[in-house]
């Protein structure tokens, strides 16, 4: 273990349509709202937002490849402009029912393969910076923190957060575990504890049993994986 442990901070990707989430907003401290993307229309917008807005949550805009049929979690090859349009799209959607209901929103985080992606490829990470650019002043982006996403977005002198995850399994220091993998999804409340409290002591154990310093800001987790709430609430009972 290392240094000073960090602060608690858990994000729920929310307004997705897969599961009853509302049970869990009380265990987390700020909700990724699925903006049209891959999943989430107007309603679901509105109906998230006015539940987070009521437990104090930070609000923040999930944004996708346009891909509703694969839920966003496979790479779309589809040209960068028509990509751009989209995620304008998506987040001019988010912004305008935060207005709506006098809500402030805090923060960005690309959803599924769109911010797997981005973990690489430089050219559509550009894209990214491009089309949230009219969203992004004094907003936090949630990154990888070795991608080239969180090295370009620095360079642009925007505030980041470290992502990393309670209930996924790492393969390396920047790669997350394929879903494909049948021990790529943490599904017991001990293990996502104990992978938390790991990380918020500044270390990620990949499953090679690979050690790395990281320097964590914020903890995701998923609402539609099993065992959700009885991790969230082991996390909150221990």
């Known amino acids: ?3 000073k442990s960090k602060a608690l901070h858990i994000n ?19 909700l990724n709202i699925a903006c049209g993307g891959h999943a989430g229309d107007a309603e679901s917008i509105a109906k998230t937002i006015q539940a987070g807005a009521a437990l104090g949550l930070d609000l923040g805009a999930h944004p996708s490849y346009p891909d509703r049929e694969h839920f966003g979690r496979r790479t779309l090859e589809m040209s960068h402009e028509v990509l751009k349009q989209s995620l304008v799209k998506q987040l001019e959607l988010f912004d305008s029912q935060c207005k709506q209901l006098n809500s402030q929103w805090t923060h960005i985080k690309a959803h599924g ?5 981005m973990a690489q490829n430089a050219s559509l990470t550009e894209v990214y ?16 923190e070795h991608s080239v996403l969180a090295q370009k977005a620095k360079d ?4 980041c957060y470290h992502e990393y995850f309670i209930d996924r399994r790492y393969a390396d220091r920047t790669r997350l575990l394929s ?31 690979g050690r790395h310093s990281i320097e964590p800001h914020t903890f995701c987790i998923h609402s539609d994986h099993e065992n959700t709430v009885e991790i969230l609430k082991r996390i909150h009972e221990a």
Do not use: C, W
Not at 17 to 26: C, S
């Open 1 to 3: 273990m290392k240094g």
């Open 12 to 30: 729920l990707d929310a307004g997705e349509g897969l599961v009853d989430e509302q049970p869990l907003y009380p265990y987390v401290h700020a």
């Open 129 to 144: 910076l491009e089309a949230i650019a009219p969203f992004s002043s004094g907003r936090i982006l949630y990154v990888q």
């Open 179 to 209: 879903r494909s993998d049948r021990r790529a999804i943490i599904s017991t409340p001990e293990e996502g504890l104990t992978q938390l409290r790991l990380m918020q002591s500044g270390i990620l154990e990949d499953v090679t049993q």
């Open 156 to 159: 642009k002198g925007l505030k």
């Open 113 to 117: 393969a769109l911010y797997n992606d």
